[in-house]
């Protein structure tokens, strides 16, 4: 996928856009510490109300278009977030503990592009101070600038670095915590028959506390860290004020210019410390970028009309390759003996295993896989249907008839169904995958050899809900019932 598409799917950073950002923003913060010299100067000759207006237009400029900026990068970089979490959101059951918080930590990391360009288009505009320091302070304190920027920027790249390893040893270690949490949970049933829960909490609590240690180590790093930058920059802002009020003292300057020559030092150590500091994240976004393409994330096709593209794709199953094209909108039956391939095939097609061969490419970011294993939460049928979304009452039950589940005990939304919905028939649990899938709005709907399990009646009923959705794709497979009686495209497999 090209970057421009990646671009418009929001699964890529603007980048050159919050480059110049944060040059603007740099420019204004110059403009600030200008407006705030002339204030001074003028609260130092008696010029109340001048001082006043120019002392408001320095603080109006600094702050408000920096927090316009900022919350700029914050929605950019949580709409890239949001994007990558939709579209692997497929994998997501199939990955371990591990791998989420690998997959997690990468879109983190991915997102924070658009603050790292808007920094780093701060320290590039920061060197237009130079000039102006030395025409305002003279040679002296142009000098003493460029020397501890020489100091100072290889000390803030290694307090990076120092922050990205310390990081990286938190994420491994958080890591085996949620996989450990998550194992102990899923054997918490035989941990109690044999009388064994202590030893599963036990287990936590030793990954628990290895995070723990990772954390206080990190924070005290990151304390000493901001110490030493902080005193840097200090001393810098000190020197050049020394420089330029012994040249005040003995009436070699005028005040004007030596504040300027102060702010702006100021303003330029800020801008080079924060992008310095951040710099580590550069290549944190190039690792997350790699961590991101090798999970195989769905492709969308170029020209956009199509929602499934397999080409020459060959699966685990290990029979012939399989090309196949689905348009948007089309209904598409995949049929074929028992144990041919085609859940496999359509698992390799949601990009939930890897093609052995050939590429796949998808675009529906919202997919609903109706099957007969279908997860389903511990809590109500609202919980389920809903999962944490407005929808009304109203229209959770309409979801439900639709699927043909109006009996009494599926009018109370409150109801609960069980751990992993063990409360309900094989049947019960097709209809009510399906019901959450349409009601989400899927754009592709994967029903994978559903229809033995509803009665003739129902299978009708859902016949017509399926035709009454022509903006969902719908591919079925089945190898003797089959929902889909009038598919536009069949696609017959055959064993090797």
């Given at each position: 996928m090209e970057d421009n598409e990646r671009l418009e799917l929001g699964l890529a950073i603007p980048r050159g856009r919050w480059i110049a950002v944060?040059?603007?923003?740099?420019?204004?913060?110059?403009g600030a510490a200008l407006a705030l010299a002339s204030g001074i100067a003028a609260l130092a000759h008696n010029e109340g109300g001048r001082a006043l207006v120019l002392l408001l237009v320095?603080?109006?400029?600094?702050v408000f278009p920096e927090l316009a900026f900022r919350h700029g990068v914050t929605v950019t970089e949580e709409r890239t977030r949001t994007s990558w979490h939709n579209a692997s959101a497929t994998q997501l059951g199939f990955s371990t503990p591990q791998e989420l918080h690998q997959l997690d930590a990468a879109i983190d990391a991915l997102a924070g592009g658009a603050q790292l360009a808007f920094l780093?288009?701060?320290?590039?505009?920061?060197?237009?101070?130079?000039p102006l320091i030395m025409v305002t302070g003279g040679w002296l304190p142009a000098l003493l600038v460029v020397g501890?920027?020489?100091i100072s920027v290889p000390i803030y790249i290694r307090v990076g670095r120092q922050s990205e390893a310390f990081a990286e040893d938190f994420h491994r270690r958080r890591g085996v915590l949620v996989g450990r949490q998550l194992n102990v949970l899923r054997a918490i049933t035989d941990l109690r028959a044999l009388g064994a829960v202590d030893?599963?909490?036990?287990?936590i609590a030793a990954a628990s506390s290895s995070e723990n240690r990772a954390v206080m180590t990190a924070v005290r790093v990151t304390i000493r860290s901001s110490l030493v930058t902080e005193f840097l920059a200090g001393v810098s802002v000190g020197l050049v004020a020394m420089v330029v009020g012994l040249r005040l003292l003995h009436a070699h300057a005028t005040l004007w210019p030596s504040l300027v020559a102060v702010l702006m030092t100021a303003e330029m150590f800020v801008l080079v410390r924060r992008y310095a500091v951040e710099f580590h994240r550069r290549e944190d976004a190039s690792?997350?970028?790699d961590t991101?393409?090798?999970?195989?994330?769905?492709?969308?096709?170029?020209?956009g009309r199509e929602t499934l593209d397999l080409q020459s794709v060959v699966t685990d199953a290990a029979g012939p390759s399989v090309s196949l094209k689905v348009m948007k909108g089309e209904r598409v039956l995949i049929t074929g003996p028992s144990g041919v391939g085609k859940t496999t095939l359509l698992d390799t097609a949601l990009g939930l295993r890897a093609p052995v061969a050939g590429t796949v490419r998808r675009n529906a970011f919202r997919v609903g896989v109706v099957r007969a294993d279908n997860h389903f939460l511990e809590g109500s049928l609202r919980d389920n249907l809903a999962l944490g979304s407005a929808k009304t009452d109203t229209a959770l039950i309409s979801a439900l008839r639709s699927v043909g589940l109006s009996s009494p005990s599926f009018t109370d939304l409150d109801r609960q169904i069980g751990e992993d919905g063990r409360a309900l028939s094989t049947g019960e649990r097709v209809r009510l995958a399906l019901a959450r899938a349409v009601l989400h709005d899927a754009d592709l709907l994967v029903l994978d050899d559903i229809a033995e399990f509803v009665d003739p009646e129902t299978r009708e009923q859902l016949r017509r809900l399926i035709a009454q959705r022509p903006d969902?794709?719908?591919?079925e497979a089945g190898h003797d019932v089959v929902l889909l009686t009038a598919p536009d495209q069949t696609f017959t497999m055959v064993r090797s």
């Open positions: 944060g040059v603007i923003n740099a420019g204004l913060s110059f320095s603080l109006c400029v600094r780093r288009g701060g320290a590039m505009a920061s060197m237009v101070a130079l501890l920027l020489g030893f599963g909490a036990e287990q690792r997350a970028r991101l393409m090798s999970w195989h994330l769905p492709v969308p096709p170029v020209s969902i794709t719908v591919v």
